[in-house]
C-alpha cells in the first residue's frame, strides 16, 4: 500500500503540473514551447540518468544516507539482473518516486509562475527520470513478455532495449549507463567522459571508482532459477 500511495500520489502530482502547462496553451507558439520543452526533457533525462547510474555504480555503499538503499539495489542487480522483472511496478519504482515527492510538489506549485518552457519541462523531466527505473526493468523482459507498444517504442529506439543495455551488464560495468533511450551512450563511452570525470573524483577525493578493478573473484552474476 506505501509503495502505491508513493507512487501515484507522485505521478498525479507530476500529471497534474503538465496538465496546468498544457493548460496555458493559447497560439501555435505555445505549442512549439511545449513541444520543445518536453523534446529537451526527454533528451537530458537520458543524460540525467546515465550520470546518476554510472554515480549509484561507482561510488558508496548500503549504508551511504540518503541513496544508500538505491546503491544497495544497483549493486545488487548486476549480481541478480533479472530480478528488476519479477517486481510490480509501485514495488520496482517507488524507491525512485519516493525522493521526487518533495522536487514534484515544489514543480506544482512554482509552475504557474514560471515560463510556459520550463512549466512543461521540468514535470516532464522529473518523470522521465523516475521512469526510467521501469524502462530499466523494460530492458531486462524478452519481447514475449512487454506490451507491443512499449516493444514497438523500444525498437524505434524511443525507449532503452535489451541488447543495448545488455551492453552495460558486463564487468567491469564501465559504460553505457543511460537508461531513459540509451541515446547518449555512444557519445559519453567514446569521448570516455567517464573515465574523466572518474579522474577527476580522484584528484577530488582520493575515492577511485569500482569500474576500474573486476569484480572480487566470488562475485560471479547468477542465473536466474529455472533457466
Request: glycine fraction near 8%; include cysteine.
Amino acid at each position: 500500500m506505501e509503495h502505491r500511495l508513493v507512487t501515484y500520489g507522485c505521478l498525479s502530482i507530476l500529471g497534474a503540473s503538465i496538465a496546468g502547462a498544457a493548460a496555458d496553451i493559447h497560439s501555435p507558439g505555445d505549442v512549439a514551447t511545449v513541444l520543445g520543452a518536453t523534446f529537451a526533457a526527454y533528451v537530458l533525462s537520458d543524460l540525467g540518468t546515465a550520470v546518476y547510474h554510472w554515480a549509484v555504480d561507482n561510488y558508496g555503499d548500503g549504508n551511504t544516507p540518503v541513496f544508500g538503499r538505491q546503491i544497495a539495489a544497483f549493486q545488487g542487480h548486476h549480481q541478480r539482473p533479472w530480478t528488476i522483472t519479477q517486481r510490480e511496478f509501485c514495488n520496482n519504482v517507488h524507491q525512485v518516486f519516493q525522493p521526487a515527492l518533495a522536487p514534484a510538489a515544489a514543480i506544482f506549485a512554482l509552475g504557474p509562475f514560471v515560463p510556459l518552457g520550463l512549466h512543461a519541462f521540468m514535470p516532464s523531466f522529473l518523470l522521465l527520470v523516475c521512469m526510467s527505473q521501469q524502462f530499466h526493468a523494460w530492458s531486462h523482459m524478452k519481447k514475449s513478455e512487454l506490451p507491443e507498444v512499449v516493444v514497438a517504442l523500444q525498437d524505434a529506439g524511443v525507449l532503452i532495449g535489451r541488447k543495448q543495455h545488455g551492453a552495460h551488464h558486463k564487468p567491469n560495468f564501465e559504460g553505457n549507463y543511460s537508461i531513459v533511450s540509451g541515446w547518449w551512450n555512444p557519445l559519453l563511452d567514446n569521448t570516455q567522459f567517464f573515465r574523466w570525470l572518474e579522474h577527476r573524483v580522484v584528484d577530488a577525493t582520493g575515492v577511485e571508482p569500482r569500474c576500474w578493478y573486476a569484480p572480487d573473484h566470488e562475485w560471479a552474476e547468477q542465473v536466474q532459477p529455472g533457466q
